[in-house]
């Protein structure tokens, strides 16, 4: 007796050209792949007749979240492709969108990854220990860690990420406040804008003027016209914006 189970992924909606089967084998639900099937010489813009050769067959898995009782794995089957093109080879790799066989893993685990270990705050350890038990995701915590510093070294700078910011949703008013986290002596100023975003955080030494000032300084050579700020009776706060932002700030207690 056999039963289907739907199996939606977002790598299966992105490569349902290239799906061939879905089976259960050896305490895993395997969804085999084989990147041949795909239409390469529509999307290579080939001409009539020509034909694509293929060498370097080989597979591989990788994992994928899994809301069910067993894992679920993509069986891929690729090769490296080459056709004539004016008496020449042209060689190429194809490429299954939504995964990195690199990582061996779908690029959501990525993204869950770094969400639970940089965004929900559990570190390394509890998020590795986390995806085995809720989503069937054998990865470990140096591999996770690997992954965030990959992130990491693609992201623009800061500076760079306080202006595209202001670019996508123009920033007029700004929360400012500081946190101070816990074992730590410094204190971290935090700036988060009308739109709910944190616009800019930096760890200072002290919060007074001295050091607020080039925070504030910083913002506004990045091109930030704040006209509100929302602070609490810190002078210091007060006095560096008038400094910074002179008359075209006001500034509202809470």
């Not at 986390?130 to 693609?154: G, H, P, Y």
């Not at 616009?199 to 506004?220: I, Y």
Request: glycine share 4%; proline share 3%; with cysteine.
């Amino acid at each position: 007796m056999y039963i289907q189970i739907p199996v939606k992924t977002e790598v299966i909606a992105r490569n349902e050209d290239i799906c061939t089967q879905g089976k259960f084998e050896e305490g895993k639900i395997v969804i085999e792949m084989d990147t041949r099937r795909r239409d390469y010489k529509t999307l290579r813009t080939l001409p009539r007749g020509a034909s694509i050769h293929w060498i370097n067959v080989r597979t591989f898995e990788v994992q994928e979240l899994s809301s069910f009782a067993w894992p679920i794995v993509y069986r891929v089957t690729t090769a490296d492709g080459y056709y004539q093109e004016r008496g020449e080879r042209v060689y190429f790799t194809p490429a299954v969108e939504g995964l990195s066989p690199q990582k061996k893993v779908s690029d959501v685990v990525v993204r869950l990854a770094v969400f639970l270990s940089i965004i929900a705050g559990l570190g390394y350890r509890k998020a590795s220990w986390l995806m085995e038990a809720l989503f069937r995701i054998a990865v470990s915590k140096s591999t996770i860690a690997r992954w965030v510093n990959e992130i990491a070294d693609a992201l623009p700078s800061m500076d760079e990420m306080v202006k595209r910011l202001h670019q996508q949703q123009a920033i007029t008013e700004g929360h400012l406040d500081e946190l101070f986290p816990l074992g730590e002596k410094a204190c971290v100023i935090v700036l988060k804008d009308e739109h709910g975003r944190i616009v800019a955080m930096e760890e200072l030494e002290k919060r007074d003027e001295a050091h607020v000032k080039p925070f504030l300084a910083r913002l506004k050579r990045l091109g930030l016209t704040i006209k509100t700020f929302y602070i609490d009776h810190c002078q210091a706060y007060r006095n560096a914006i008038k400094l910074n932002f002179l008359v075209r700030v006001s500034v509202t207690y809470c």
